[in-house]
Each structure stands twice: as C-alpha cells, then as structure tokens.
C-alpha cells in the first residue's frame, strides 16, 4: 500500500483555503508517505517551512490556476517564482480560449516558456483541463506540451469536472512515454486511484485524504 500512496499529491488549492489547512495538508502527507503536497503560490514557502528541510514530501505549486486566462507574463513569473521559493513542480494551466480559438502559437509560447524559465528548477506540468475539451483539443494541448518539453499532462484542475477513465487512455495514447501523466478531478478513493493509474496516469491529484493501510 506504501507504493500506492507514493502516487498521491494531496491537494488544498480553494480560495479559501488557510494556513491551518496547509499546515495539516503537509502533516498528512508525511504521515500517510504520500508523494506531495499540491497548494497555490503563495503556500510554497509556507510548505518549505513546514517540513524544514524534510525531502521525503515534494512541494508542487500552480500558475494560471484555475482559469488559466492570465496574462502570459504574469503566468510565467508566478511559475519562476514558486521554483525559486521551493516547489518542485508546477501544475501550469494553459489558456483554453487560445487553444479554442486555435492560437497554437499562442498555447506553445506560453508553455515553452514555463518549461525555459523553470529549467533546473522544476518540471511543468501543463493542466489541459480536458472535462472541457473535444477529444481533438485534448490530443491537440498534449502534442504541443510535449514538443515544448512539459513534463507532465495533468487532466484537470478539478474545478470544472471529473477526470475519466477515457480521458486518461487518450492522453497516454497520444504522449506515449514522452511524458507523464497527472490525473486529477474527482479522484476520491482507493479503487479510484487503480482506475487511474491502470488507465495511464502516474500520478493522482486529490483533495481527499486516502489512507491506503487501512484499505
């Protein structure tokens, strides 16, 4: 079960989520050996302090979250700056309306430059949000992460739907071992957490605490 709980990045990424919750968000994830902890910007730091140098817990943050309609500076520099405050991964959420719209290049700047400006620091997962896309817009968003050096394709944000199992196997079908996969949007339990993964994915996003020994 320890195995499985290394797949685990618990999440606190509501607006209205406080410092206690973040506090008792790292306490969790050390306590069940999960594989990280996932909170908004402004929470790196506060992590960092929490687990006083402790490696055994990975800090992951977000930038463009959840909209994902920020200007492509201010998305960048959100990212460059929670790499630098400590976060080892950055769940980064491409804009929809360019990939909608069929701005390509637009989509492909703003990842490549994520993925630059974060190199040594961090890897970029990019959150396509696919609960609101076609499967073409789906296959689409993956190719382009991929080509720019994404790390990760994360499924959703978790703020406009769940994630399926469906939606999982096409992703790795189109980024095949070019990249990995982050499933997250709706994953609450255990059985959950084996869909997912036999579907494809390598790593879960949840903001449910799973307790795998006691499964």
Do not use: W
Request: hydrophobic fraction near 40%; glycine fraction near 8%.
């Amino acid at each position: 079960m320890e195995e499985l709980s290394k797949v685990i990045e618990y999440t606190s990424v509501k607006s209205t989520t406080t410092a206690g919750d973040v506090r008792s968000l790292c306490k969790q994830a050390l306590i069940n050996k999960y594989r990280a902890v996932c909170v908004n910007s402004g929470f790196v730091r506060f992590c960092q302090e929490e687990f006083k140098s402790n490696d055994d817990v990975l800090i992951v943050s977000t930038a463009g979250f959840p909209t994902g309609g920020g200007s492509f500076n201010a998305k960048v520099y959100e990212a460059i700056k929670a790499a630098e405050e400590g976060a080892r991964e950055i769940d980064f959420v491409l804009n929809l309306g360019f990939l909608k719209e069929r701005k390509d290049k637009e989509v492909r700047n703003e990842i490549k430059h994520a993925v630059r400006n974060t190199k040594g620091l961090a890897e970029v997962k990019i959150i396509i949000e696919a609960p609101l896309l076609t499967q073409e817009e789906i296959v689409r968003a993956c190719t382009i992460a991929v080509e720019e050096g994404a790390a990760y394709i994360k499924t959703a944000t978790g703020f406009n739907g769940e994630t399926t199992e469906d939606m999982v196997k096409l992703i790795r079908k189109t980024v095949g071992n070019n990249a990995k996969i982050k499933a997250a949007g709706g994953i609450r339990d255990m059985e959950a957490v084996k869909t997912m993964l036999k579907a494809g994915a390598d790593t879960i996003g949840t903001s449910t605490l799973i307790k795998f020994d006691e499964a």
